[in-house]
């Protein structure tokens, strides 16, 4: 198809700049050279300056694991997009599944979040997936359409191009059960007919769609050669730098 995969790491609430520096002078030279996919690191606020700056030349990009819509304002905690800028950064997870589930993220929360990331020329990663009730009772589909759909309003094709998705099914997460590839498949196929009916064929074919949830070294050769699975979103098996290099060297 094409697609060149994204391979990221999202560390979550984990490593103070200290740890991300050991992280990346280890990391770095594990996967120099490696063409054949992205890598992306996804530290949190406070260390994100020190990984931009570790990765400066290197093949690997770096983003906030979430950002506000706003420019600028009275949003204590928040982080804008300029600021994710000003550091050098060019990433950002939005709607991560935590966000939804812990700090009230809507569709239309993170639709508004898309939007600013495209004005920005950020490029975003959008979250969606199931939570257990809903794939047990057969709403993996319609939970996925509506995510897709409520994300995307307002989005044109013109301005869909540096678009990620990622695939999490919440159940998966942290877990250490895994979806099959069948199922990941399945889901990434629903989601990309989604994007070819919003936003028209020739964006649904180059959208990536990664999936995430327990992705490990072991279980990462057989997700990552679908060719419906355009790379992955890694949560624990991210922080240490053997594991994930290995990931990203599947
Ligand atoms: O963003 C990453 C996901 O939440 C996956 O986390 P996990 O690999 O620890 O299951």
């Known amino acids: ?31 120099a050279g490696h063409t054949r996919d992205q890598i992306a690191l996804f530290p949190s606020v406070t260390s994100l300056a020190t990984v931009v700056e570790a990765v400066k030349g290197s093949n690997v990009a770096a983003g906030l694991q979430n950002m506000h819509f706003a420019e600028e304002g009275a949003y204590t905690g928040e982080t804008s997009a300029l600021m994710l800028k000003a550091v050098g950064a060019t990433h950002t997870l939005i ?15 993170v639709n508004k979040k898309l939007h600013t990331a495209l004005r920005h020329g950020i490029v975003p990663v959008v979250c969606i997936g199931e939570v257990l009730a809903e794939r047990e009772a057969g709403l993996t589909a319609d ?27 919440v159940w998966a997460i942290g877990t250490g059960k895994t979806a099959t590839p069948e199922m990941a498949v399945e889901a990434h196929k629903i989601i990309r007919a989604e994007v070819a009916k919003l936003l028209g064929s020739g964006i649904a074919v180059n959208v990536r769609i990664l999936y995430g949830g327990s992705v490990k070294p072991e279980n990462a050769s057989a997700l990552l050669n679908e060719e419906e699975i355009d790379g992955a979103l890694v949560g624990g098996a991210s922080l240490k730098p053997d594991s994930f290099a290995a990931i990203v060297k599947y």
Do not use: C
């Open 95 to 109: 709607g991560h599944s935590e966000r939804r589930q812990y700090f009230a993220e809507t569709d239309e929360i």
């Open 1 to 31: 198809m094409g697609r060149i995969a994204l391979i990221a790491a999202n560390w979550k609430m984990y490593k103070t700049p200290a740890e991300a520096k050991a992280f990346t002078d280890a990391f770095l030279p594990l996967v």
């Open 143 to 169: 939970v996925l359409k509506t995510q897709i759909t409520g994300a995307f309003a307002g989005i044109t094709a013109e301005a869909a191009t540096p678009i990620v998705i990622a695939y999490e099914p």
